[in-house]
């Protein structure tokens, strides 16, 4: 594949743990993934349908766990934002071929629009940047607008100009 990157660096990104007050004044914590895997599988049970994209998170229960089992894997850099004892959004980057990451990122309805995208990406970028990668992608689908706008505040630039999917780009490191 010969994916374009832009040329600046994006970030700087602070890595987590981080907390904030999101626009909804809930006190919400990013931290590192820590094995509380059942959490997490609640939060994706609770997933509503209409924000699934392009398939994912999977459907039903045994999908979601198999599905997490791959993105928890140790090559794979995950963080999520707890709201008290539940987990609200889960972001992560998985290794490609390339050695790239490609980046995905989760926020149950409810709390969305509020910042928390934001916080999560930028905790999830300065966490894959501790880790030592240095190039990371996404894709999204053209229609939605707040997704591409968060990318792009994030600083991820567009990487291709067709189909039915936007790619875009970030750089890490030099």
Not at 6 to 27: L, W
Request: aromatic fraction near 8%; hydrophobic fraction near 35%; charged fraction near 30%.
């Amino acid at each position: 594949m010969n994916r374009e990157y832009p040329d600046e660096v994006a970030g700087p990104y602070e890595a987590p743990p981080r907390s904030f007050t999101d626009r909804e004044d809930r006190e919400i914590e990013v931290r590192r993934y820590d094995g509380d895997l059942e959490a997490l599988v609640d939060m994706y049970l609770d997933f509503n349908p209409e924000d699934r994209a392009q398939g994912i998170p999977p459907t039903p229960e045994k999908g979601i766990r198999e599905w997490l089992d791959a993105l928890l894997d140790d090559d794979c850099v995950n963080v999520v934002a707890w709201h008290g004892d539940d987990p609200v959004g889960h972001a992560t980057l998985v290794s490609d071929e390339h050695g790239a990451s490609e980046l995905a990122i989760f926020v149950l309805r409810e709390y969305q629009e509020a910042g928390i995208g934001t916080e999560l990406i930028e905790a999830l970028l300065g966490a894959g940047r501790e880790a030592g990668i240095d190039r990371v992608w996404l894709t999204v689908e053209r229609w939605n607008n707040a997704a591409v706008s968060l990318y792009q505040k994030v600083g991820f630039e567009s990487s291709d100009t067709g189909g039915f999917e936007l790619e875009m780009a970030a750089k890490l490191t030099e």
